[in-house]
């Protein structure tokens, strides 16, 4: 009987709900750890530790030749030229070795990382000063004689620079990461959690920033300057003026607020403050700027004042005061409040907003985020319940959100602004709502959008998650939480991350939302999307485990494989109550030619009938080690040991194929990546099922 050839895009990620035969081949019924992209279904990309050191994905190796070999030269070691002054750090057991330490006849090549200069023929291999062995030729990079070797070459490397990288500093979570001007901050508790440090990514790691002296004053004489060094009128100390806040008075009799200094010369006391022999001020308060242990910094980035250069960062973090951060200078933000905890911050219409415990809302002056003063224009709304999350929807409309609430602010001042209630019928779980194009958010049914909400209430035709309910349902039996939500831009991906160290991510780029879930191997606790320097994304979490990440960077989970499925559904293949044989699988894909992907089919709605197709391991380049999914169908668990192989049939095409020999009424083909530390993700565009017909079941 010939045989006919069906074809299915992939596309429409997970749906949970439909009946079996009617669920589009395109889509899935299981998956994980691959995502919804425009062109298909692609395995994730990985994540790296980061503390502004080099990435470990970026990690080289070197080749260096030697012989005259005298003295041991072993992994670890720390090498330099004797000539050439070149320095390397030495990371496998030399390789090729001839000869013997003791008689000076070792020969060989070292495997070298962190290489700094060019290593030259016949100079000394020096250690500590001594030399060891003589370079036999140039160092060379990337050059291993075989893809095994270099395999195991570039994952030292990567190993060494990846240890290299340190945890933020302290104890517990990061409870803040964001960027400023192409730099990672993070916040973290100290040891013994009396006070939050704030560090900076650079070169050699994570540094800590000292924060000031917070000097509070009255009966402001003369207008002080920011920038200028006044001094102290008893003790002569000298301080820099870095921030000032006068909130109240008039300069010239009793002007009074707070400088944000740094400290100079001397110790200052609670004194005049003078410019040359002028009095300008008197301090009646110095404290050292600090931060509060606990909480959780939930951040914005804006500029509030003419000058370009103007730009801050404004965080709340639920524990102690606002603050405004220009990369130099933290201002706490005081705004009269007795319970001055701000949970939450947001920007509208130039003003800087904070939300407070109990459903209050204050926003600042214009153009004045450190200033609260009603009769500057400040202002204050009461919203009613909790709010739960904050979402910018145009300059001068910003979303509230309560567990059972929703309201938009709008408005271009104090007179103006005002507090629209959208319905008391649906609300959002905490940092969940996210702007992909609409505003999205969370409640306790599944995946909402504002528009949704407006037109249908909290029912379900206004979700967005209708094919993914039963997944929701499952993490809520399942005692999972809701942690946090950030966005792909740059692959149009709202993701959301649960307590159990879970995601999902949602494609928001098609006509309807499409979802896969993801594992991650670590547990995120705070997280912010950025764009970098370079023009680049960049998506960074602060974890529990006291480590900052860099999510969709290199190869690997932090060092560790990634491994992902998909289950495409039960497929009649035209004829639902007619039998078909089926012969082979043909995948349409962008993939590296290393992947390591595999592929098992299961007949008859996975009924325990029928062994699932396929006996062999499965690597594109020989054979692998098997792929430990478990995989549920109708008739129990299979446990994939056993997967069928691919075969390329030409790189440029991106086609690969497996042969499958089964038959039944309806056919599901599971494909998973047992992938390698050092594989780039493939693509998944879209099948094509080879089957002939065979018998009408009755």
């Given at each position: 009987?010939?045989?006919?050839?069906?074809?299915?895009?992939?596309?429409?990620?997970?749906?949970?709900?439909?009946?079996?035969?009617?669920?589009?081949?395109?889509?899935?019924?299981?998956?994980?750890?691959?995502?919804?992209?425009?062109?298909?279904?692609?395995?994730?990309?990985?994540?790296?530790?980061?503390?502004?050191?080099?990435?470990?994905?970026?990690?080289?190796?070197?080749?260096?030749?030697?012989?005259?070999?005298?003295?041991?030269?072993?992994?670890?070691?720390?090498?330099?030229?004797?000539?050439?002054?070149?320095?390397?750090?030495?990371?496998?057991?030399?390789?090729?070795?001839?000869?013997?330490?003791?008689?000076?006849?070792?020969?060989?090549?070292?495997?070298?990382?962190?290489?700094?200069?060019?290593?030259?023929?016949?100079?000394?291999?020096?250690?500590?000063?001594?030399?060891?062995?003589?370079?036999?030729?140039?160092?060379?990079?990337?050059?291993?004689?075989?893809?095994?070797?270099?395999?195991?070459?570039?994952?030292?490397?990567?190993?060494?620079?990846?240890?290299?990288?340190?945890?933020?500093?302290?104890?517990?979570?990061?409870?803040?990461?964001?960027?400023?001007?192409?730099?990672?901050?993070?916040?973290?508790?100290?040891?013994?959690?009396?006070?939050?440090?704030?560090?900076?990514?650079?070169?050699?790691?994570?540094?800590?920033?000292?924060?000031?002296?917070?000097?509070?004053?009255?009966?402001?004489?003369?207008?002080?300057?920011?920038?200028?060094?006044?001094?102290?009128?008893?003790?002569?100390?000298?301080?820099?003026?870095?921030?000032?806040?006068?909130?109240?008075?008039?300069?010239?009799?009793?002007?009074?607020?707070?400088?944000?200094?740094?400290?100079?010369?001397?110790?200052?006391?609670?004194?005049?403050?003078?410019?040359?022999?002028?009095?300008?001020?008197?301090?009646t308060a110095i404290a050292p700027v600090t931060l509060p242990p606990g909480g959780k910094y939930r951040t914005i980035g804006h500029n509030f004042y003419g000058s370009?250069?103007?730009?801050?960062?404004?965080?709340?973090?639920?524990?102690?005061?606002?603050?405004?951060?220009?990369?130099?200078?933290?201002?706490?933000?005081?705004?009269?409040?007795?319970?001055?905890?701000?949970?939450?911050?947001?920007?509208?219409?130039?003003?800087?907003?904070?939300?407070?415990?109990?459903?209050?809302?204050?926003?600042?002056?214009?153009?004045?985020?450190?200033?609260?003063?009603?009769?500057?224009?400040?202002?204050?709304?009461?919203?009613?319940?909790?709010?739960?999350?904050?979402?910018?929807?145009?300059?001068?409309?910003?979303?509230?959100?309560?567990?059972?609430?929703?309201?938009?602010?709008?408005?271009?001042?104090?007179?103006?602004?005002?507090?629209?209630?959208?319905?008391?019928?649906?609300?959002?779980?905490?940092?969940?709502?996210?702007?992909?194009?609409?505003?999205?958010?969370?409640?306790?049914?599944?995946?909402r959008s504002l528009t949704a909400t407006q037109a249908f209430g909290n029912f379900k035709t206004g979700t967005l998650s209708l094919l993914i309910e039963p997944y929701?349902?499952?993490?809520?039996?399942?005692?999972?939480?809701?942690?946090?939500?950030?966005?792909?831009?740059?692959?149009?991906?709202?993701?959301?991350?649960?307590?159990?160290?879970?995601?999902?991510?949602?494609?928001?780029?098609?006509?309807?939302?499409?979802?896969?879930?993801?594992?991650?191997?670590?547990?995120?606790?705070?997280?912010?999307?950025?764009?970098?320097?370079?023009?680049?994304?960049?998506?960074?979490?602060?974890?529990?485990?006291?480590?900052?990440?860099?999510?969709?960077?290199?190869?690997?989970?932090?060092?560790?494989?990634?491994?992902?499925?998909?289950?495409?559904?039960?497929?009649?293949?035209?004829?639902?109550?007619?039998?078909?044989?089926?012969?082979?699988?043909?995948?349409?894909?962008?993939?590296?030619?290393?992947?390591?992907?595999?592929?098992?089919?299961?007949?008859?709605?996975?009924?325990?009938?029928?062994?699932?197709?396929?006996?062999?391991?499965?690597?594109?380049?020989?054979?692998?080690?098997?792929?430990?999914?478990?995989?549920?169908?109708?008739?129990?668990?299979?446990?994939?040991?056993?997967?069928?192989?691919?075969?390329?049939?030409?790189?440029?095409?991106?086609?690969?194929?497996?042969?499958?020999?089964?038959?039944?009424?309806?056919?599901?083909?599971?494909?998973?990546?047992?992938?390698?530390?050092?594989?780039?993700?493939?693509?998944?565009?879209?099948?094509?099922?080879?089957?002939?017909?065979?018998?009408?079941?009755?």
């Amino acid at each position: 009987m010939s045989q006919s050839a069906s074809t299915y895009a992939f596309a429409g990620g997970l749906d949970l709900v439909s009946a079996a035969l009617a669920v589009p081949p395109s889509r899935l019924i299981a998956g994980m750890n691959y995502e919804p992209l425009a062109e298909g279904y692609g395995r994730v990309d990985g994540y790296e530790r980061f503390d502004g050191r080099p990435s470990p994905s970026t990690a080289s190796y070197w080749l260096l030749p030697f012989d005259g070999g005298a003295i041991a030269i072993t992994a670890g070691t720390d090498i330099v030229g004797g000539t050439s002054g070149a320095t390397g750090r030495v990371i496998v057991e030399p390789v090729d070795f001839t000869g013997s330490w003791g008689s000076g006849t070792a020969a060989g090549t070292l495997i070298l990382t962190n290489v700094s200069g060019d290593f030259v023929d016949n100079e000394e291999i020096r250690v500590a000063g001594v030399a060891r062995a003589l370079a036999a030729g140039p160092s060379t990079e990337d050059s291993a004689p075989t893809e095994t070797a270099r395999s195991t070459y570039l994952k030292a490397a990567q190993a060494y620079r990846r240890a290299l990288i340190d945890k933020v500093p302290g104890q517990g979570p990061v409870r803040g990461v964001f960027s400023l001007f192409g730099d990672t901050y993070a916040i973290r508790d100290n040891v013994g959690a009396t006070q939050g440090k704030l560090y900076k990514a650079t070169a050699s790691g994570w540094t800590v920033l000292t924060l000031g002296y917070r000097l509070t004053f009255t009966t402001g004489l003369l207008e002080i300057v920011e920038g200028e060094t006044l001094t102290g009128g008893t003790s002569g100390a000298t301080v820099r003026v870095d921030r000032l806040v006068k909130n109240e008075g008039d300069w010239g009799t009793d002007a009074a607020g707070y400088i944000i200094a740094t400290l100079l010369t001397g110790t200052l006391e609670v004194e005049a403050l003078k410019r040359g022999g002028d009095t300008v001020a008197t301090l009646t308060a110095i404290a050292p700027v600090t931060l509060p242990p606990g909480g959780k910094y939930r951040t914005i980035g804006h500029n509030f004042y003419g000058s370009a250069d103007r730009y801050a960062i404004y965080a709340a973090s639920g524990v102690g005061p606002a603050f405004e951060f220009d990369g130099t200078v933290l201002t706490p933000i005081d705004t009269g409040m007795d319970d001055d905890r701000p949970v939450r911050v947001f920007e509208i219409a130039q003003h800087l907003g904070l939300v407070f415990r109990g459903g209050s809302v204050q926003i600042s002056s214009i153009g004045e985020p450190l200033l609260w003063d009603a009769v500057q224009d400040a202002s204050e709304i009461g919203f009613g319940t909790e709010v739960t999350d904050v979402v910018q929807a145009n300059e001068t409309a910003v979303v509230l959100f309560g567990q059972q609430k929703i309201g938009i602010l709008t408005g271009r001042d104090s007179d103006t602004f005002q507090l629209e209630e959208l319905t008391e019928e649906a609300g959002s779980e905490p940092d969940t709502a996210q702007r992909v194009g609409q505003t999205i958010y969370i409640d306790r049914r599944g995946m909402r959008s504002l528009t949704a909400t407006q037109a249908f209430g909290n029912f379900k035709t206004g979700t967005l998650s209708l094919l993914i309910e039963p997944y929701f349902r499952s993490k809520r039996r399942s005692g999972a939480t809701t942690v946090l939500s950030y966005v792909s831009r740059t692959k149009s991906q709202y993701r959301l991350i649960w307590s159990d160290g879970t995601g999902l991510s949602v494609y928001m780029g098609g006509k309807v939302p499409e979802a896969i879930p993801f594992a991650l191997g670590m547990q995120p606790y705070v997280a912010v999307t950025t764009e970098l320097d370079d023009g680049t994304e960049g998506i960074f979490v602060g974890a529990e485990d006291g480590y900052v990440y860099r999510i969709d960077s290199g190869t690997s989970q932090d060092g560790e494989p990634i491994k992902g499925f998909v289950m495409t559904p039960f497929n009649g293949l035209g004829a639902p109550l007619q039998d078909d044989r089926v012969f082979k699988l043909v995948l349409e894909m962008q993939a590296p030619a290393n992947a390591r992907i595999g592929v098992t089919a299961q007949f008859d709605y996975g009924d325990g009938q029928q062994p699932i197709a396929g006996n062999r391991d499965f690597t594109v380049q020989g054979a692998g080690d098997g792929i430990d999914f478990l995989v549920a169908g109708g008739g129990g668990d299979w446990s994939i040991a056993a997967w069928n192989e691919f075969f390329w049939s030409s790189p440029v095409e991106g086609l690969a194929e497996a042969y499958v020999d089964g038959i039944g009424r309806n056919v599901s083909f599971i494909i998973a990546a047992d992938s390698d530390e050092l594989e780039d993700p493939h693509i998944l565009q879209a099948y094509t099922v080879y089957h002939s017909r065979r018998k009408l079941r009755r």
